[in-house]
């Protein structure tokens, strides 16, 4: 009987995209078997993949436009269409990774360029429109977004005159529950990550407490506690409070999409992974939910990190193996070259499939 392997590994952020790091996993096992069956399914939980995970699925258009990253300069961002849906990663315009550490200030970051990506899809006649939340460099509550929208769709300047958006479905990915506001909001939990003081953090939490006030009495309904907006600097709350977007867990979704359930029939093995490793991951983090799906089909899953913490945790929730891809005396920026996590990543794959008594 011909082996089916599935790997399915996030990204390792700043190192390799999860694409990259399937490719390598992959390379290990066919070495070790060149007969087997190995499906490659690049993953993500909606930041950094989420539009390479959707186009290996879906195949689609790639359209990408000069919008504005988070300090208003121009950047070039891509989004994903296919029919009338598209498929948005807010972090190719409003993301984290576009500012160095020192430009870093969720005071001024805006969530513009999200905003233009909206609009560029609304303007192509898209009708569903799926966003990944991940990897902001923003608190702004999505005001940035808003505004872009408005400049770019309504007619006197005024949020009310956005007609386009009518029928429009917005979903929005995010494994964040956290509500807008408070000690467990947006800026007191997410800020001090893209650079936010203590009382920069004070500041934009007044902020958004202020906006949703504000919204709550225009539109007679209140969003800001409604999980998920808290997600990417509360551009969740804007998804959520003003276009009326479904929130969905970002692995779900993304699952749902592959068709990973139909994946696991026939598969005797799933090798996940992420960059680090810990209790966090068994909080909704993208492995373990790859981890849920196999369990609930028999199939074992095994782990794989670049740092390891909380082992027995991770073994105790079901994964069949947690390993380590790098030695403990390896220095951090040895091992975050791409070369050589790439290496790790096959000679990992090899013990782990070794370990589950993979047929040679």
Known sequence: MREKVIVALDSFKGCLSSGEANRAAAEGLLA???????????????????????????????????????????????????GDTAVIEIAQAS?????????????????????????DAVSRGCQEIIVGLGGSATSDCGIGMLRAI????????????????????FTIATDVTNPLCGENGAAHVFAPQKGATPEMVRTLDGRASRFAEVSARHFGYDR???????????????????????????????LDTVRFD?????????ITGEGSADRQTLMGKLPFGILQRAKARGVPVCLMAGRISDR??????????VTCINPADLPLEEAMKPEVASEALRRSAMRCWRASGGRL
Request: aromatic letters at 6%; proline letters at 5%.
């Open 32 to 82: 070790l078997n060149p007969e087997a069956e190995v499906i490659q399914v690049p993953v993500s939980d909606g930041g950094e993949g989420w539009l390479e995970a959707f186009r290996s699925a879906w195949g689609g258009e790639t359209v990408r436009l000069t919008v504005r990253d988070p300090l208003m300069r121009p950047v070039t961002a891509a989004y994903l269409v296919k």
């Open 95 to 119: 993301g984290l990774t576009l500012l160095s550490a020192e430009e870093r200030n969720p005071l001024v970051a805006t969530s513009y360029g999200t905003g233009q990506l909206v609009v």
């Open 150 to 169: 408005i400049d770019g769709l309504a007619r006197h300047g005024v949020w009310d005159d956005v007609r386009a958006l009518d029928g429009v479905r």
């Open 224 to 254: 800001q506690n409604a999980p998920g907006a808290g997600a990417a600097g509360g551009l969740g709350y804007a998804f959520l409070q003003y276009l009326h977007a479904d929130c969905r867990p970002g692995v779900d979704l993304l």
């Open 262 to 270: 139909d994946l696991l029939q026939g598969a005797t093995l799933v």
């Open 312 to 321: 027995r945790m991770l073994l105790d929730a079901g994964f069949a193996s």
